[in-house]
């Protein structure tokens, strides 16, 4: 196998050290915009020298961001050549585009990392759904919020707080905006959905909200009841409908999510079989990244192909009636389904996901909880 390998970041970087003395696989070019120095690689700011090299089979992503990721890898497609990526939102924003062409190509694509980072979970759910019905995948999708929220939970630090130790810890960028407000792992929850259950969401009916608004009396309002908040990713299938969000979520002390520490992540499904099955490890960081990524570049040496077949477009159906947790905002629509108050803040009775994400649109300063 001869690689392109397209960014030499914390990722590309990482996967470059991890396959020293592989003697089946040669990075034969670098493109990156950096003046980096290799000694058994061409380093090149050029894409089009990776394009247009024969000998080059199989190019691996690790830029990050959509554009020109998405052209590079079209063209590597169009090319003929196959393609490995750790690019969540990539894949999610073009997957009715890439992978009917991947099958169209007869190309290889793999993307185990862009969703957990170190955590082997797409290939799990592969094999998962070869022998079973998957009902339900979800859970901790996102290290940054996961962070923030055990900070603020553990040591009583605000928002601001817990934001900046998370970025000088490098868990959250200079802008988290993708991470907090919940777009990363919207992106996550999309894309499990797709290969657990195979089919094409269509994104923009999958409600997202992230945890920006949560203030520290909110934690302990969560406390005062033994509740902890984690913000978490829901895909379920259940008769003959598929519903699919990301919301922040109480859980009670004790279960599996509420003793997630940290940057962790802890991804679940639920088979017809199995029952519930739960995947705890990084969620992101070099090696534990480029781990996944070293190991889809031998899957395709292997050829493996996409995790499931292309599926039909589906909208997600979010009908389903959850209580939730309301803070900042008290109008006519929280009055009216109010069934309790916690300090400040408002619990209502059931009220359906669609419903509860819609009026959160008109009232951003509102911060949300589903409780479970």
């Known amino acids: 196998m001869k690689i392109g390998l397209l960014g030499f970041g914390v990722v590309g970087r990482g996967l470059y050290d991890l396959m020293q003395g ?10 990156c915009l950096e003046d980096v120095q290799l000694t058994d690689a061409k380093v090149t700011k050029n894409f089009q020298e990776v394009l247009e090299d024969d000998s080059i089979d199989t190019v691996v992503e690790a830029m990050g961001g959509l554009h020109p990721a998405y052209e590079f890898v079209r063209a590597a497609m169009e090319a003929g050549k196959n393609i490995v990526t750790s690019n969540k939102a990539l894949v999610a924003t073009f997957y009715d585009e ?10 290889l694509f793999r993307c185990t990392a862009a969703v957990g980072g170190g955590i082997s979970w797409l290939s799990e759910l ?10 339900a995948v979800g859970g901790i999708m996102n290290g940054t919020c996961n962070y923030i929220l055990d900070s603020m939970t553990r040591l009583g630090q605000d928002y601001a707080e ?11 960028e200079a802008n988290p905006t ?5 777009i990363d792992t919207w992106h996550k929850v999309i894309l499990s959905s797709n290969i657990g259950f195979g089919v094409s969401l269509i994104p923009e009916t999958v409600p997202v909200c992230g945890i920006s608004k949560i203030k520290a009396s909110d934690v302990e309002n969560f406390k005062a009841k033994n509740l902890v908040c984690k913000l978490i990713s829901t895909g379920k299938q259940e008769n003959g409908k598929i519903s699919a969000y990301v919301q922040p979520t109480l859980v009670p002390q004790g279960q599996p999510e509420a003793a997630v520490p940290a940057n962790y992540n802890l991804i679940t499904l639920v088979g017809s079989a199995s029952d519930r099955m739960s995947f705890f490890g990084q969620g992101a960081g070099r090696y534990p990244t480029a781990h996944n990524v070293f190991q889809d570049c031998v899957d395709v040496l292997c050829g493996k192909g996409f995790y499931s077949p292309y599926g039909e477009k589906v909208a997600a159906c979010n009908e389903g009636k959850l209580c939730y947790y309301v803070s900042g905002v008290c109008d006519s629509f929280i009055e009216a389904n109010k069934a309790e108050t916690w300090g400040n803040a408002v619990v209502t009775g059931p009220v359906s996901v669609s419903e509860m994400h819609a009026w959160l649109k008109n009232n951003p300063d509102a911060f949300i909880a589903a409780i479970q």
Not at 126 to 135: A, D, N, P, S
Not at 162 to 172: D, F, P, S, V, W
């Open 22 to 31: 592989r003697p089946d696989m040669q990075i034969k070019t670098v493109v």
């Open 98 to 107: 890439l992978i009917p062409l991947a099958q169209e190509k007869g190309l």
């Open 126 to 135: 592969e094999r998962t759904r070869r022998t079973q019905t998957v009902e």
């Open 162 to 172: 817990a934001l900046a130790e998370a970025q000088k810890l490098g868990y959250a």
């Open 178 to 182: 993708t991470d907090v407000e919940g």
